[in-house]
């Protein structure tokens, strides 16, 4: 079982920035895909980062791209979402979750272990 508890939530401005971390424990983290996901009051959960168990491979949405930077430390079993200019839309939970396969993803399906997620809150 993998537990995943993330922290770097908080209240910021519109154009300001924040980073999430996200550290695991138990399982083979450093052989996992790893995710950021959020979700917002009465919308749908949307995956805005993946990354392989390398780091090699990175994907973003459409929504992010440009603005948030994923990425990993096997060494220390936690991953990271740099968020910079945060827009208000970016207002939501954002959840950490582990694949138990290696290769990143974008379906939200595909993760198999979620963290109890942390709200990001932008103000206009």
């Known amino acids: 079982q993998v537990q995943l508890v993330e922290s770097g939530g908080g209240l910021v401005q519109a154009g300001g920035s924040l980073r999430l971390a996200c550290v695991a424990s138990?399982?083979?983290?450093?052989?996992?895909?790893m995710g950021w996901i959020r979700q917002a009051p009465g919308k749908e959960r949307e995956c805005v980062a993946g990354?392989?168990?390398?780091?090699?491979?990175?994907e973003y949405a459409d929504s992010v791209k440009g603005r948030f930077i994923i990425s990993r430390d096997n060494a220390k079993n936690t991953v990271y979402l740099q968020m910079n200019s945060l827009k208000p839309e970016d207002t939501a939970a954002y959840y950490c979750?582990?694949?138990?396969?290696?290769?990143?993803?974008?379906?939200?399906?595909?993760?198999?272990?979620w963290g109890q997620g942390t709200q990001v809150t932008v103000s206009s």
């Open positions: 990354i392989s168990w390398s780091g090699g491979t990175i």
């Open positions: 138990g399982g083979s983290f450093g052989s996992y895909a």
């Open positions: 979750a582990a694949d138990r396969n290696p290769w990143a993803t974008m379906l939200v399906r595909e993760y198999d272990w």
